[in-house]
């Protein structure tokens, strides 16, 4: 095949996948194993400083933010991660230092509630890099290719851009067609870190809503991490087969963490805690505030049980899940009245 | 627009004008803040067989409490017909079943190209933006482009800072010349000024309506290049009290309207 052009950025994520293969015959577990653990011993086994992380989810919706306060805790350092419309999270993470490298298809704002403070500074001044940019869809078909044990995926987009320029994709005529096509370059992150609804204890999950790219990211990552709002028997998972969406072969850990999504939106459960994240927009405005934040929420407390206490415990939650049910006043305290 | 400041908002008007432009019985890929406004107020007005798609996988929902603020949050599955994923909503663009796409751009040049990656240069910002999310994918998939943002000299631009989206490129051909598929690109510019168009020929931006009690300086006035101007120009119709009444009730809580 001929190649017409080259984007200039960083590939990240990308091995052959014949040494994935063998990477997954000697590390990856295909017998239904009991993977439960806690969240520290989650995080420190598989997130280790310079890891390549992505998270499931999409911006502020089913994000496993206890996860994110956890590697924080931890102060992971020089974390490469995959801003496939990475908000909060990676928001989070870049606050508390724990990011060198980002690459971008949708990073540092946080949608309607505008840009993230934190995050533009440490770009702006170079203490993040944007290692590549791509788009939405490059991304979930750089792990569609990876889930696939491909090295590629071609596709329609990034063609003619900027985006293109500062990817790692590479453009080629197309042999069946002849006309030019972009190849987007397989991505196996070392650690994906996922919330889903519900569970068993060896990893079979169901996600109600939108499933985002979750289904490709779980089987493109070589080490899973899944949150879960519940663990259920392996039964409930057996009665409705067709509702798993990532089973046991490709998960690593199992943590049960209820409300783990705070202070966003589990669909169907609760709903964003917008108090919280202007908080956070408010706090992290400057380094002192950004500070005073961690110490407050992730330093100060213990667990993630400790943290739901002091962001208003059990009335602040059943606030989010009326929200969720459309059956309480939505409020948005970043709207000016 | 002085005389009628106490009707309606710019917002509101660029938010009328642009659900106008939506054909019943099509799909509209959407996200937040206006462009969502837009396509539900179509659907509660001239066009109830509108397919609304999120890219995260929320398709056909019903008109949610409240407006979505994220493009995957769970108004926008609200009494869906599917909850797919991104690689569904893509492949589905990809293989021409999109004909609406929403787009937003912090510049835009006059060939349509649209930059929402960073303003100054890449490796020293003056300001670093979100990057190109699902709007590159939009803006290279979809038939039928339409931009909904906000003109002035520092948005409506000679050269955008980054290509994040393409639009018509360098001119005529450029699209297919790159790879993209044929018969795409952008089709609409809806500013709180006026509606534009491209031209079939050179591709650059004209000039399609003026919103009422916006002249044509105006529309110069804010613009760094030149757009061109037909003969004969039309004036957007105002909002109907029935639109602004619909279009109040999608957003009882003002997420976009009163910001």
């Given at each position: 095949?001929?190649?017409?052009?080259?984007?200039?950025?960083?590939?990240?994520?990308?091995?052959?996948?014949?040494?994935?293969?063998?990477?997954?015959?000697?590390?990856?577990?295909?017998?239904?194993?009991?993977?439960?653990?806690?969240?520290?011993?989650?995080?420190?086994?598989?997130?280790?400083?310079?890891?390549?992380?992505?998270?499931?989810?999409?911006?502020?919706?089913?994000?496993?933010?206890?996860?994110?306060?956890?590697?924080?805790?931890?102060?992971?350092?020089?974390?490469?991660?995959?801003?496939?419309?990475?908000?909060?999270?990676?928001?989070?993470?870049?606050?508390?230092?724990?990011?060198?490298?980002?690459?971008?298809?949708?990073?540092?704002?946080?949608?309607?509630?505008?840009?993230?403070?934190?995050?533009?500074?440490?770009?702006?001044?170079?203490?993040?890099?944007?290692?590549?940019?791509?788009?939405?869809?490059?991304?979930?078909?750089?792990?569609?290719?990876?889930?696939?044990?491909?090295?590629?995926?071609?596709?329609?987009?990034?063609?003619?851009?900027?985006?293109?320029?500062?990817?790692?994709?590479?453009?080629?005529?197309?042999?069946?067609?002849?006309?030019?096509?972009?190849?987007?370059?397989?991505?196996?992150?070392?650690?994906?870190?996922?919330?889903?609804?519900?569970?068993?204890?060896?990893?079979?999950?169901?996600?109600?809503?939108?499933?985002?790219?979750?289904?490709?990211?779980?089987?493109?990552?070589?080490?899973?991490?899944?949150?879960?709002?519940?663990?259920?028997?392996?039964?409930?998972?057996?009665?409705?087969?067709?509702?798993?969406?990532?089973?046991?072969?490709?998960?690593?850990?199992?943590?049960?963490?209820?409300?783990?999504?705070?202070?966003?939106?589990?669909?169907?459960?609760?709903?964003?805690?917008?108090?919280?994240?202007?908080?956070?927009?408010?706090?992290?405005?400057?380094?002192?505030?950004?500070?005073?934040?961690?110490?407050?929420?992730?330093?100060?407390?213990?667990?993630?049980?400790?943290?739901?206490?002091?962001?208003?415990?059990?009335?602040?939650?059943?606030?989010?899940?009326?929200?969720?049910?459309?059956?309480?006043?939505?409020?948005?305290?970043?709207?000016?009245? | 627009?002085?005389?009628?400041?106490?009707?309606?908002?710019?917002?509101?008007?660029?938010?009328?004008?642009?659900?106008?432009?939506?054909?019943?019985?099509?799909?509209?890929?959407?996200?937040?803040?206006?462009?969502?406004?837009?396509?539900?107020?179509?659907?509660?007005?001239?066009?109830?067989?509108?397919?609304?798609?999120?890219?995260?996988?929320?398709?056909?929902?019903?008109?949610?409490?409240?407006?979505?603020?994220?493009?995957?949050?769970?108004?926008?599955?609200?009494?869906?017909?599917?909850?797919?994923?991104?690689?569904?909503?893509?492949?589905?663009?990809?293989?021409?079943?999109?004909?609406?796409?929403?787009?937003?751009?912090?510049?835009?040049?006059?060939?349509?190209?649209?930059?929402?990656?960073?303003?100054?240069?890449?490796?020293?910002?003056?300001?670093?933006?979100?990057?190109?999310?699902?709007?590159?994918?939009?803006?290279s998939l979809c038939w039928r482009i339409i931009v909904l943002m906000r003109q002035d000299k520092q948005r409506f631009v000679?050269?955008?800072?980054?290509?994040?989206?393409?639009?018509?490129?360098?001119?005529?051909?450029?699209?297919?010349?790159?790879?993209?598929?044929?018969?795409?690109?952008?089709?609409?510019?809806?500013?709180?000024?006026?509606?534009?168009?491209?031209?079939?020929?050179?591709?650059?931006?004209?000039?399609?309506?003026?919103?009422?009690?916006?002249?044509?300086?105006?529309?110069?006035?804010?613009?760094?290049?030149?757009?061109?101007?037909?003969?004969?120009?039309?004036?957007?119709?105002?909002?109907?009290?029935?639109?602004?009444r619909v279009l109040r009730s999608l957003d009882p809580y003002g997420v976009v309207l009163r910001k």
């Amino acid at each position: 095949m001929e190649v017409l052009d080259e984007g200039k950025g960083e590939l990240l994520g990308w091995v052959d996948p014949e040494e994935h293969r063998e990477w997954v015959r000697k590390n990856k577990c295909l017998s239904m194993e009991d993977k439960t653990m806690d969240l520290r011993e989650a995080i420190s086994k598989f997130v280790q400083d310079g890891s390549y992380i992505a998270m499931g989810g999409f911006g502020h919706v089913r994000v496993s933010m206890a996860a994110i306060y956890e590697i924080v805790r931890q102060r992971k350092r020089d974390l490469i991660v995959a801003g496939k419309t990475a908000v909060h999270d990676l928001d989070v993470l870049i606050a508390a230092g724990c990011v060198s490298k980002v690459e971008v298809a949708y990073s540092f704002g946080h949608e309607l509630r505008g840009l993230s403070p934190a995050s533009r500074r440490a770009v702006e001044s170079g203490r993040v890099k944007v290692a590549a940019e791509w788009s939405n869809a490059a991304f979930q078909w750089r792990f569609k290719a990876a889930a696939s044990g491909l090295p590629f995926i071609p596709a329609y987009v990034l063609l003619g851009t900027d985006t293109f320029k500062r990817s790692a994709a590479k453009v080629v005529k197309d042999p069946f067609t002849g006309r030019p096509i972009c190849l987007i370059p397989a991505c196996f992150p070392d650690v994906a870190i996922i919330h889903v609804h519900r569970c068993d204890k060896y990893g079979n999950c169901q996600i109600d809503g939108a499933l985002v790219m979750d289904s490709e990211l779980a089987r493109a990552a070589k080490r899973l991490i899944i949150t879960t709002e519940e663990i259920v028997p392996t039964e409930e998972i057996r009665k409705e087969p067709w509702r798993t969406c990532i089973p046991y072969f490709y998960v690593d850990a199992v943590v049960e963490v209820p409300y783990g999504c705070h202070p966003c939106n589990m669909p169907g459960c609760y709903y964003f805690d917008e108090e919280h994240i202007a908080e956070y927009l408010r706090m992290t405005r400057t380094e002192e505030g950004t500070k005073e934040y961690f110490d407050k929420y992730v330093f100060g407390v213990e667990d993630f049980n400790q943290y739901l206490e002091l962001i208003g415990g059990v009335k602040k939650l059943n606030y989010l899940r009326e929200l969720e049910k459309g059956r309480a006043r939505f409020v948005y305290p970043w709207i000016s009245s | 627009m002085s005389k009628n400041k106490s009707r309606y908002t710019q917002t509101e008007m660029m938010i009328v004008a642009a659900s106008r432009l939506l054909e019943d019985g099509k799909t509209v890929f959407t996200g937040t803040g206006m462009p969502i406004l837009a396509a539900l107020l179509a659907k509660k007005t001239h066009a109830p067989r509108l397919a609304i798609i999120y890219e995260a996988g929320g398709m056909c929902p019903e008109v949610p409490p409240t407006i979505p603020i994220s493009v995957g949050d769970s108004m926008t599955t609200y009494k869906a017909i599917m909850a797919a994923s991104m690689d569904y909503v893509m492949s589905f663009i990809q293989a021409g079943y999109g004909e609406y796409a929403f787009l937003g751009a912090a510049q835009i040049d006059m060939y349509g190209n649209i930059n929402t990656t960073v303003i100054g240069p890449y490796d020293k910002p003056k300001v670093r933006l979100p990057g190109s999310g699902g709007a590159n994918d939009f803006g290279s998939l979809c038939w039928r482009i339409i931009v909904l943002m906000r003109q002035d000299k520092q948005r409506f631009v000679e050269r955008v800072d980054f290509v994040t989206t393409p639009g018509y490129l360098t001119g005529p051909g450029a699209r297919e010349k790159a790879g993209l598929p044929r018969g795409t690109g952008p089709w609409r510019v809806v500013t709180q000024l006026g509606i534009y168009g491209f031209d079939e020929q050179d591709k650059r931006m004209t000039l399609l309506s003026v919103h009422p009690g916006v002249s044509i300086e105006d529309i110069q006035n804010n613009s760094s290049f030149p757009i061109k101007i037909p003969k004969k120009v039309e004036v957007t119709p105002e909002p109907t009290d029935e639109e602004l009444r619909v279009l109040r009730s999608l957003d009882p809580y003002g997420v976009v309207l009163r910001k």
